[in-house]
Structure formats: C-alpha cells, structure tokens
C-alpha cells in the first residue's frame, strides 16, 4: 500500500513568517501535485512536479520533488492571512491506473 | 482550465433514503472519474474509479452496494448513497481525467443524513 505522510497536520503563524510543509513516502512517485482548499470547496491545483529534484516557484511558493521522486515539500515566504487554508500533496504511483493518492492535509492559519 | 460541476452542491435527507449525487466535465471528455469522501479537518479519502461504459472499481472497505456509481458517457458521472444514514453524512469530491491523467476536482456536494 503506498502512503503519503504529511507534515505537520496543523500550523498557525502570524503574517509574515515562512513555513515548510512535508510529504514523505517509501515509494517512487512518477508526480506528485500539490492543492489548495477552501472549506466546502473542491481542492483547487496549485503545481504538479515530475521530475527528480525539480524545483518550481508559485509568487511565494515554493515547491521542491525530491532525487529520489519519493518526497516533496513546499515552502511559503512572508505568509499572509490569504493563504490561509487547507494544503493536501497527492501522489501519483506508477502502475496504479492514474489514482491519486493524498497526504492527510496540512490546516494551515496565517493571523494578521 | 477544465471545469467539472457537482450538483447539487447540498443536500440534507432523511435516514433511509437514497440521494444521487452527479458529477460532470463542461468542457472536456473525462475518460475516468474518481469519486472521494471527505471528513471535516481530514484529507479526501478515494472510494472508487469508474470508468466511461464499464463497472467501477472501488477501493478496499468501500461497499459497491452502498455506493452505487454509474458513469454512463464521457461527460457525467453519478454517485447514489443508498439507503442513508448518519455515518454517511460527509463530504463528497468528485474529479475528472481526460487521456493526460491529470484530474480535475468538482466544488464538491455536503450530504447530511438526520
């Protein structure tokens, strides 16, 4: 069964300060998307990474795949209160007919 | 960017009911849908892949008489919770993929079963 730990689950910062969440697994991904959600809304896309060590900027964000293709993190600088949300990494594992396999969130508040 | 639409959005029932639930890609031919569940502070949770003209495929622990899901063509998906009850009341997520994979989420239906 292949697994994606998310961490932390839960953050709250004030404005203005950076924060690293993490996804680890013991498995190869072939990509791994990041999303953004809103309450009572659907996960909205935020960046898809495919390749080993790939880095990908987003204004604030920051996405990173690891060598390996079995870790990612993403880092936001100088967080505002709108990037308050939840935050989900999602894998895709070769071999598994394109189902996506999610971390368990990270609840992110940003206070002003 | 591709669209896909949940309707409706909520819905309240009474235990014992059943209630549909549809998922649709305006724009785009959906070669797969997945359909997830969500509860409250936790991440989405996949519950079956169905697709276009075949029988769905659901994940381990989820009953396919429970959750009936029909994906009749290429653009419409539905989810039918059968028989509700109140440890059904969640949030359900569906999303589409075309021939690239990359799937598309719904906004989403709230289900409370009293």
């Known amino acids: ?112 | 960017g591709a669209v896909v639409s949940q309707h409706p959005s909520r819905v309240i029932c009474k235990s014992g009911t059943s209630v549909k639930i549809e998922c649709r890609s305006l724009d785009f031919q959906a070669t797969t849908m997945f359909w997830y569940r969500q509860f409250p502070k936790q991440s989405l949770m996949l519950m079956a892949t169905s697709n276009e003209g075949s029988k769905a495929t659901y994940e381990q622990g989820v009953e396919k008489d429970k959750f009936l899901i029909n994906h009749a063509s290429l653009t419409l998906s539905t989810l039918t919770v059968t028989s509700a009850h109140p440890e059904d009341s969640s949030f359900y997520i569906c999303s589409a993929s075309a021939t690239t994979g990359v799937q598309f989420f719904g906004p989403g239906t709230r289900l409370t079963v009293l």
Not at chain 1, 3 to 28: A, D, K, M, R, W
Not at chain 1, 62 to 75: I, P
């Open chain 1, 1 to 112: 069964t292949q697994l994606l730990e998310q961490s932390p689950q839960f953050l709250s910062i004030q404005e203005g300060e950076n924060l690293t969440v993490y996804c680890n697994s013991s498995s190869v991904f072939s990509s791994l998307q990041w999303y953004r959600q809103e309450p009572g809304e659907g996960p909205v896309l935020l960046v898809t990474v495919v390749t080993g060590g790939e880095v990908k900027k987003l204004k604030r964000l920051t996405f990173q795949f690891g060598d390996a293709r079995k870790d990612s993190s993403l880092h936001i600088t100088a967080a505002q209160p709108g990037d308050t949300g939840l935050y989900l990494c999602a894998g895709v594992w070769s071999g598994n007919t394109g189902k996506l396999i999610f971390g368990q969130g990270t609840t992110l508040q940003v206070k002003p």
